[in-house]
């Protein structure tokens, strides 16, 4: 459950609630570093959160999607959001 | 916000939302140690989550409750409840 408190989880999350992304498209839509975002894909994959499957393509294709048990968080991830842009946009102007 | 995934703040902040508390009050409700949850308390003050009322008694007497802030996370709370419910459960069966 630490997983979801950690920097950028809650973002990939939601990225990939609008479907299946390879690494690249992941790493365009978020000001994260590669590093950092493969692992922590990793973690999410190890968590059953996330999925990587790979296409036999040349090149070959990696895509990353989220697995039932992910997908199930969108509740949580679109709260989450719904409160920080009320608290975390009032904290910044006050 | 990666103060959310820290582990027992969760816990913490659902226990509260059943009203303000005493130290003792929550201590006892939680398997945590005194040192760790008085720092939890601390990290949830600092980011006006918790707030932390002293009562003059003998002897003196001190309460934490929700701010409005913390109470707003009610909903994040429930549905990773919701969700740990269904997919934590599963996990550990499987």
């Known amino acids: 459950m630490q997983l979801l408190g950690k920097r950028w989880t809650g973002l990939i999350l939601y990225q990939l609630l609008s479907g299946p992304q390879r690494f690249s498209e992941i790493e365009s839509a978020l ?3 590669g590093r950092l975002l493969s692992e922590r894909l990793k973690d ?8 990587r499957q790979v296409y036999p393509d040349v090149p070959v294709r990696v895509e990353y999607s989220l697995t039932e048990k992910g997908k199930a968080l ?7 959001q719904l409160w920080a842009d009320q608290w975390i946009e009032f904290d910044n102007k006050a």
Do not use: D, R, T
Request: avoid cysteine; aromatic fraction near 0%; glycine fraction near 6%.
């Open 31 to 33: 000001p994260i570093s």
């Open 44 to 51: 999410l994959e190890k968590e059953g959160l996330v999925n």
């Open 74 to 80: 969108e509740p949580v991830i679109k709260e989450i």
